[in-house]
Structures are given as structure tokens and as C-alpha cells.
């Protein structure tokens, strides 16, 4: 009966497992009930207000993928999707044989002929963004690396109160891992640790997961969890800092001209740059009598000299 109860909320059944080794070669005669089984009852009534199956929960706003590596470590990505994306990947996760295509670009690798009803998904592996590449620190079975990485996707996903109680979608490449995620549970001793830590991170941000699968050519995770994480460069304006002044005061002109100016030693610029703020200050701040005191002074200032400079920002105190 505990068993029904836990369909609510399948993470729950993960506390179970000498339960049902005990009911597996229970008899008719009376037996004790080990301590171990008492333990996984006990665990399992602590656990019963969180069943609750809450079909009114929002979407989570993005899609999250998880993969593992043995060659680097793990790699966690995320891609923004509306609702309508959304729902279409959860009922398409009710069927057990969908596999997830993301959008192909001339560098992908070619898509293998796979089982399963193919799923295409509106998006190419460039919108996802890398959230975590780390290097693993221990030796694993690669379904227990693939678990740790589920478990790094939650628990960074967690960390943002404002992503609780949502219904998340998760792309992974590994089935094993998979079914584990969709039954709640299981009994092979390599994941069940993880996906046991797995649980008690859905169960605690209260999430509704719809996992599906997606092949290692489309999981956009794949490279992360290999080490591979593309950094993109801001680009640099071709147009002087010192000429993107324009329409600014003058307290905001010489703040720039003491950084960037063409008069300033450039073994100076970064190291004096506090100096521009003191004579900002002081040009702009205090009596107006002062304002126009140090005004007076700057202007009459050898910008090639930074110790007069330097008098002049501590001038007056």
C-alpha cells in the first residue's frame, strides 16, 4: 500500500529497497521484521508530506541537459523555451521510445540511424550555454558519472529559490540513468546511490521532471562534459574611450581623460585612475567656492607629471 502512496510522487520510492528484497522471500510462516526494512519504513512515513502531485505547477523556462565523461568529467547546459516547446517534449516524454533531435549546423556530427519515434526539437546545440564543466575527482562506473551529472544539473538548478516547484525538463543520454529518473527508483547497485541523492534533490525543490532521451551527437552537454566549453570574446568598439564622452558632464569627461586620456603615461592609466575620482569628487562636491578652486587647479595641472597630480587630488584636505 506504501507503494501507491508513493506513485504521487515517484521520487519517494527510492527509499525502498530491502523492503522489497524482504517481500520477495517472505512465506507463510511469521517472521520479524529485519531492522534495516523498519529503517526504509521509517524513512519513507518522514518523507509522505512531500507526496504530492501538483499538476498546476508552472514550466521552468528552460530546458536542461546532463552528460558525463570518464575521458574529463561531467557538463551541464541549459537552453530558454516557451511553453508551448514545453509541452510538446512532456507528452512527447509519456512515449518511452521518443529520442530528442536538435536542430543540425554544418560542424554537428552526422545523426546515427537510431530505434524510437524521432522528436525535433527547435533548437540548435549553439542556443544551449554551458552552466558547468568540471573535471570528476573519482573513478566511476560511467552510469554513476551519468548520475552524478544529473544530480549537478539539479542542484544547480535549485540554487534559485524562483525555479522551485516547476515542471523541468531534462535531456539525457543515458537509459539506464533515464528509466532510473522516470520509475523513481532502482535496484542496480552502481546508480542506486546517486539516483537515491538524485531524489532527494527533486523531492526538496518540489520539481515534476519529464526526462526524455537524447543521443550523445545531440546533447548539447556532450562537449562540456568532454572538458570542450567555447568562450565567446565581448567585442571591442573601434571608437575611442575617450571619444564616447560625448553628451556627458565634465566631472564624467576628465574621469575618462585621466583613464584614457592621450597626455597620460600609459604605465599610468589603471594605476592613478583613483586620482581622477578624487578630483571628480572635489569638482563637484563641497561649497561652490571649493568647486571652482579645484576647477582652477586642474586646469592648470601638468598632466604629464602624476606626483602634481597626485597633490592635487589630496589638495585641500
Known sequence: HL???????????SSFDEVYAITRSMTEHREAVPDNVLVEIMVFMCLMPLLEGDLSRGWQEEIVATDASV?????????????????????????????VRLQRAGTDEPAKKRKGTEFALPLKKSAFRTVISAKRHHDAH????????????????????????????VLLDAKAVLGASIKG??????IKRDMRFVSALVLAGDLHVKALYVPSEDNPADAPSRGIVQRWRRRRSAVAPHARTGGLGKGAILKHQLKYGPHWPDYARGKYYNIGHQIWKRTHTGSRESQNYFRRSFRNCDWSDAGSLSSLSGAGD
Open 3 to 13: 507503494t501507491w502512496f508513493a506513485l504521487l510522487n515517484r521520487p519517494s520510492l
Open 71 to 99: 575521458d574529463f568529467g561531467f557538463g551541464v547546459s541549459t537552453a530558454p523555451a516557451h511553453g508551448d516547446t514545453l509541452r510538446a517534449l512532456s507528452r512527447a516524454a509519456a512515449n518511452r521510445d521518443t529520442l
Open 142 to 169: 560511467s552510469g554513476s558519472l551519468e548520475a552524478t551529472a544529473l544530480g549537478l544539473g539539479f542542484r544547480w538548478l535549485l540554487r534559485s529559490v524562483t525555479k522551485h516547484s516547476k515542471r523541468t525538463v
Open 185 to 190: 527508483r532502482t535496484s542496480a547497485p552502481t
